[in-house]
T-cell receptor
């Protein structure tokens, strides 16, 4: 597609359940990023995939968070045993090469009740 | 660790110029970016500047970079009510990770 696509756009889940968030990057973009934006806050880096290299997981807040990128394209962010503090907008971005800017998706708004 | 700082709020009158400032700590940053986020919307890339440049102009937007002081600014000429949004400064680390500031909320009054 023309842009970065994220699904679902909204997700309400009960505390303790697992959730999966999906990101379809722009075709041909080698780098993929996940960020989290809590209400009224800036963007918190979570994880970064670059080609076939090992991902940079340094931003994942706990071991309940994990992400994978299959075939160098689609990525899934999984949050296990969700907590209320996980409520946020989860944003995905992709980048084509070294020079270009990062294109963000519209995000998934996660609400844990 | 690396840090990016911005003032949280800026209020201007329609037609005036707006200047949003940002400071960063990572001297090895390769690119610096400005993103715009309108209410309920995603992040829109406005412009970026390579770290060996001092200035970049794109229509109403002017980016100034003082690498010695690690200071970046975004000037919006002839600010319009449609420019009201949150503006994020971001630095790109050598490894490719983007570090964002907290965002500056620009309010444009008619």
């Amino acid at each position: 597609g023309a842009g970065v696509s994220q699904s679902p756009s909204n997700k309400v889940t009960e505390k303790g359940k697992d959730v999966e968030l999906r990101c379809d990057p722009i075709s041909g973009h080698t780098a993929l990023y996940w960020y989290r934006q809590s209400l009224g806050q800036g963007l918190e880096f979570l994880i970064y995939f670059q080609g076939n290299s090992a991902p940079d997981k340094s931003g994942l807040p706990s071991d309940r968070f994990s992400a994978e990128r299959t075939g160098g394209s689609v990525s899934t962010l999984t949050i296990q045993r969700t907590q209320q503090e996980d409520s946020a907008v989860y944003l995905c971005a992709s980048r084509r090469g070294q020079v270009y800017g990062y294109t963000f998706g519209s995000g998934t708004r996660l609400t844990v009740v | 660790g690396e840090d990016v700082e911005q003032s949280l709020f800026l209020s201007v009158r329609e037609g005036d110029s707006s200047v949003i400032n940002c400071t960063y700590t990572d001297s090895s940053s390769t690119y610096l970016y400005w993103y715009k986020q309108e209410p309920g919307a995603g992040l829109q890339l406005l412009t970026y500047i390579f770290s060996n440049m001092d200035m970049k102009q794109d229509q109403r937007l002017t980016v100034l970079l003082n690498k010695k002081d690690k200071h970046l600014s975004l000037r919006i000429a002839d600010t319009q009510t449609g420019d009201s949004a949150i503006y994020f400064c971001a630095e790109r680390e050598e490894g490719g990770k983007l570090i964002f500031g907290q965002g500056t909320e620009l309010s444009v009054k008619p």
